[in-house]
């Protein structure tokens, strides 16, 4: 989503702060987050599909947990 869009969102957020949006406003208000949400949806489900985990990754990190707990003790 380019930048002129996300600052059209947020210029009818304040508006909407300020007075009720007609219902044109309200209409593009929708849209306009739709579209974000989709965007931001997309691009957390490609950084998911690219992510890995291994175990290794798990267990040293469960053991630096313990060990920390540990010293709190």
Sequence with gaps: MDREK?????????????????????AERKALYKEYLDAFRANTEAILANTEATLSDTQATLANTEATLANTE
């Design 6 to 26: 996300i600052e059209r969102i947020n210029e009818l957020a304040k508006i909407k702060r300020e007075r009720p949006l007609t219902a044109e406003e309200d």
